[in-house]
T-cell receptor, first 114, second 114 residues
Framework: EAQVTQNPRYLITVTGKKLTVTCSQN?????MSWYRQDPGLGLRQIYY???????DKGDVPEGYKVSRKEKRNFPLILESPSPNQTSLYFC?????????????FGPGTRLTVL | DQQVKQNSPSLSVQEGRISILNCDYT??????FLWYKKYPAEGPTFLIS?????DKNEDGRFTVFLNKSAKHLSLHIVPSQPGDSAVYFC?????????????FGKGTKLTVNP
C-alpha cells in the first residue's frame, strides 16, 4: 500500500529535550515536505526537499532541522524544543516537480512541549 | 502577509444542495492551485487542482473555478453529501529560480447536514 508514515503519532516532551520525528514514504517520491498545523493558521510549510541531499526552508523553519540522506526518509529534528512548537505536524511526499502533482500526507504527529 | 485567504472559517449546507468554498490569493506568481480535504485525525488528502492557464476543472461532483483577474478560486460540490463534511484547504504554488513556494489557506470547515 502506497503511504507516508510518521512516528511517533503522539509525543509529549519537555523544553530543551532534543527529539526527532521520522517520516518515510514507499512511493519512490523525490519531493518531501514538513508542515505544521495550528488553530487559525492552517498548514504552514517548515522545510522541503526536492531530492536526496537537497533541502530548503519553507515559511516557518526556525527551530527545526531536516536531513535527506536517502530518498524514502525525511526526519524532522527539534534540537531544543520550546512550547511554541506544540503543534500537529504532517509529512508529505509527491513525485518530482512540477508542483501540481498531488502530495500524499502522513497521518500526523501531535507534539506537546511542556 | 497571508498570501492565500479562505475568509469563511465554516460553512453549513443541506445534503443535496451545492457547497461553494472560496479562496483568494494575492501573489500573481502563483500558477497552480490545489484543494485538499482533511478529516479529523487524518492527514489532508488531495481533491482537485487547476492550472492557471485554465478557468475550470471538473472531477465528478467537484468543480474548481479560477478567476485570474480577480485572483479568486472556488470549489463547488454538487450535490453535497454528509461524507463531504471536512476541513477544506486551498493551496497555491509557484516555482521560481529552482525553489518552490507552496502556500495553504487556513481552511474552511464544511458541514453537510442530512
Amino acid at each position: 500500500e502506497a503511504q507516508v508514515t510518521q512516528n511517533p503519532r503522539y509525543l509529549i516532551t519537555v523544553t530543551g529535550k532534543k527529539l526527532t520525528v521520522t517520516c518515510s514514504q514507499n512511493m519512490n517520491h523525490e519531493y518531501m515536505s514538513w508542515y505544521r498545523q495550528d488553530p487559525g493558521l492552517g498548514l504552514r510549510q517548515i522545510y522541503y526537499s526536492m531530492n536526496v541531499e537537497v533541502t530548503d526552508k519553507g515559511d516557518v523553519p526556525e527551530g527545526y532541522k531536516v536531513s535527506r540522506k536517502e530518498k524514502r526518509n525525511f526526519p524532522l529534528i527539534l534540537e531544543s524544543p520550546s512550547p511554541n512548537q506544540t503543534s500537529l505536524y504532517f509529512c508529505a511526499s509527491r513525485a518530482e516537480a512540477p508542483t501540481y502533482n498531488e502530495q500524499f500526507f502522513g497521518p500526523g504527529t501531535r507534539l506537546t512541549v511542556l | 502577509d497571508q498570501q492565500v485567504k479562505q475568509n469563511s472559517p465554516s460553512l453549513s449546507v443541506q445534503e443535496g444542495r451545492i457547497s461553494i468554498l472560496n479562496c483568494d490569493y494575492t501573489n500573481s506568481m502563483f500558477d497552480y492551485f490545489l484543494w485538499y480535504k482533511k478529516y479529523p485525525a487524518e492527514g489532508p488528502t488531495f481533491l482537485i487542482s487547476i492550472s492557471s492557464i485554465k478557468d475550470k476543472n471538473e472531477d465528478g461532483r467537484f468543480t474548481v473555478f479560477l478567476n485570474k483577474s480577480a485572483k479568486h478560486l472556488s470549489l463547488h460540490i454538487v450535490p453535497s453529501q454528509p461524507g463531504d463534511s471536512a476541513v477544506y484547504f486551498c493551496a497555491a504554488s509557484a516555482y521560481q529560480g529552482g525553489s518552490e513556494k507552496l502556500v495553504f489557506g487556513k481552511g474552511t470547515k464544511l458541514t453537510v447536514n442530512p
